[in-house]
């Protein structure tokens, strides 16, 4: 079965701090792999993609890396701040010929940044 | 940039009334999505199009419709709404394997 799990579920960290959050899947076959941050209340906000040839890639100071054999992927936010604060949602694309409803979602880790 | 706005950020309707839930898009995507979003449940495909008149099912289709006659406009059809609709509702478009882009949502509330 295709899925997406997600961990922690929930996190909470100091603001400047850094954090790792993860994202395993057992999605075949394989297109790509988006994270996607969604503050509370607003629609997701796509943070970066990665097919199956990339290892790492970059947005500022959210990094995240993508190992294919194992089939995980994590967001490592660096000197976080109180904006960060939001949930972050991995999603991972089934390759497919066309169309475009082939999107398996985790549900998400819920990241708190406090002062 | 891209934009996908959608009708009503907040709304509030009666058990039994018929709602309509519009999505627009400016970028000339040719795919677009309803998806409803619950706690604990994450995100889950309601419809999509893939082009005008056409729509496929997703995972939850029951108790909704979905219509798009124009390229830019999706939209999202509770024929009859019920408590259980009460979810946030988001909208995304696409172009062919290419991320998906969210609208702002809609908060649905069913009384």
């Known amino acids: 079965k295709n899925q997406v799990e997600q961990s922690p579920q929930s996190l909470i960290i100091l603001e400047g701090k850094n954090c790792t959050l993860q994202?395993?899947?057992?999605?075949?076959?394989?297109?790509?792999l988006r994270w996607y941050k969604q503050d509370t209340g607003r629609g997701p906000v796509s943070l970066t993609i990665m097919t199956f040839s990339e290892n790492t890639k970059s947005n500022g100071r959210y990094t995240a890396t993508l190992d294919a054999d194992t089939k995980q992927s994590s967001l490592h936010i660096t000197a976080s701040q109180l904006s960060d604060s939001a949930s972050y949602i991995c999603?991972?694309?089934?390759?497919?010929?066309?169309?475009?409803?082939?999107?398996?979602f985790g549900k998400g880790t819920k990241l708190s940044v406090k002062p | 940039d891209v934009k996908v706005t959608q009708s009503s950020r907040y709304l509030v309707k009666r058990t039994g009334e018929k709602v309509f839930l519009e999505c627009v898009q400016d970028?000339?995507?040719?795919?677009m999505f309803w998806y409803r979003q619950d706690p604990g449940l994450g995100l889950r495909l309601i419809y999509f199009?893939?082009?005008?008149?056409?729509?496929e099912k997703g995972d939850i289709p029951e108790g909704y419709s979905v219509s798009r006659e124009k390229k830019e406009r999706f939209s999202l059809i509770l024929e009859s709404a019920s408590t259980n609709q009460t979810s946030m509702y988001l909208c995304a478009s696409s172009s062919a394997r290419v991320e998906q882009y969210f609208g702002p949502g809609t908060r649905l509330t069913v009384t």
């Open positions: 999603v991972v694309s089934l390759h497919y010929g066309g169309s475009q409803g082939n999107l398996i």
């Open positions: 199009s893939y082009d005008v008149k056409m729509k």
């Open positions: 994202c395993n899947y057992t999605v075949s076959p394989f297109s790509n």
């Open positions: 970028m000339d995507h040719e795919n």
